[in-house]
């Protein structure tokens, strides 16, 4: 097992521009061609927030550089009427499509992130008014069934540090329930799942059922069966001899499919983590501590290819794992999710190391 060691961000650092933190890298070096979006700069805040108190010196210097620049990024991406853009030029230019639930999501995350982790009073009042502005603009949300379970999370983030508004808490309710729509309408004996494919960010869905089940009021009596069944199928498809194999983005799974191990992706493995954790706290006897470490074990060689996916010296996560082979590039998604998974770690200093 990996020992913890001070997590480099010089390639977090190296993939800053001026407007905020490049999504995607050739190699080490960022793709300028395809610019920035929200999404990633939403991931920034949220990680470098909850990171900050295990960093120093350098480290400690370039996430205040980082978090001010990802910051100043979304409050630029949002508009008088509480929309968003998500992608930008690297020239700054903003662009107008492909404007998604997700984004919206993780953005409200980020708010969270600030509101009770922050120590900016500027900063906590912006992100109070763009979360209530989100907020009042929140239908998008309500057909991504990945932004409902991200947002049931945020706001049990946020009902552990103040109550719930009326609002916020009918949002939560509406997310809780279409979470168990999607389930009516897929899930079977055989496929106890949401979806009739599994894909990308598996574990957030029954990570939102989880999140239903500690702030809803009066919880549906079905959430629990729910999160029950979808994680132990989630854990059996996923865990296999004490290795955490993900879904591969080459295929995904589907009903009466195979799972598909090819092209491994880092998100899959912060998602993973970030669930179990969460998980054993809800309920230690649903799984043990030795499966909750295999998602970031996954980073350092327990993994179908035996290789090293990030390193934690360089500050780089590779952003994907092949058949035999990584994916050499090292984009932000992928370094944003090893990061992630750091924090969640470093939460947990009683999970054996």
């Known amino acids: 097992m990996k020992q913890e060691q001070l997590l480099s961000l010089a390639h977090f650092e190296h993939l800053l521009g001026e407007y905020g933190l490049y999504q995607h890298a050739q190699f080490l070096e ?24 295990y960093l120093d010196g350098m480290n400690a210097n370039i996430a205040s550089r980082g978090l001010a620049l990802c910051w100043k990024f979304l409050l630029d991406a949002t508009r008088n009427d509480g929309t968003m853009y998500n992608f930008r030029t690297a020239e700054g230019v903003w662009l107008t499509h492909d404007i998604s ?3 919206y999501a993780r953005v409200l995350r980020a708010c969270v992130a600030v509101i009770t982790c922050d120590t900016d009073k500027a900063r906590i009042q912006q992100a109070r008014e763009l979360l209530d502005k989100i907020i009042h603009n929140i239908d998008s949300i309500y057909i991504a069934p990945r932004a409902c379970a991200e947002t049931l999370i945020t706001f049990r983030d946020l009902a552990m540090h103040e109550k719930l508004s009326q609002d916020m808490q009918d949002i939560a309710q509406e997310c809780a329930n279409r979470l168990i729509a999607e389930w ?3 899930a079977s004996q055989e496929w106890p799942w949401f979806e009739h494919v599994m894909t990308y960010a598996n574990a957030i869905l029954p990570h939102g059922i989880l999140a239903a089940l500690q702030i809803i009021s009066d919880p549906d009596k079905k ?14 498809t996923t865990i296999r001899e004490h290795m955490f194999i993900p879904i591969g983005n080459s295929s995904w799974y589907r009903k009466n499919g195979r799972p598909s191990e090819y092209d491994q992706q880092p998100i899959e493995a912060a998602t993973m983590l970030d669930f179990l954790i969460d998980l054993r706290n809800w309920d230690q006897e649903t799984i043990s501590s030795e499966h909750v470490l295999l998602p970031y074990e996954w980073f350092f060689g327990n993994n179908t290819a035996q290789l090293e996916v990030a390193n934690n010296i360089t500050g780089t996560c590779y952003d994907g794992l092949h058949d035999g082979a990584v994916n050499e590039n090292c984009g932000a998604e992928s370094l944003l999710s090893y990061m992630w998974a750091e924090v969640r770690m470093r939460q947990q200093p009683t999970l054996a190391r």
């Open 184 to 186: 009516d309408q897929n």
């Open 223 to 236: 959430l629990e069966h729910i999160l029950r069944r979808s994680s132990n199928f989630l854990c059996t």
């Open 30 to 53: 960022p793709r300028l061609s395809e610019g920035y979006c929200v999404d990633d700069n939403a991931r920034a805040v949220l990680v470098l927030i909850r990171l900050f108190p």
């Open 101 to 103: 639930g997700d984004m």
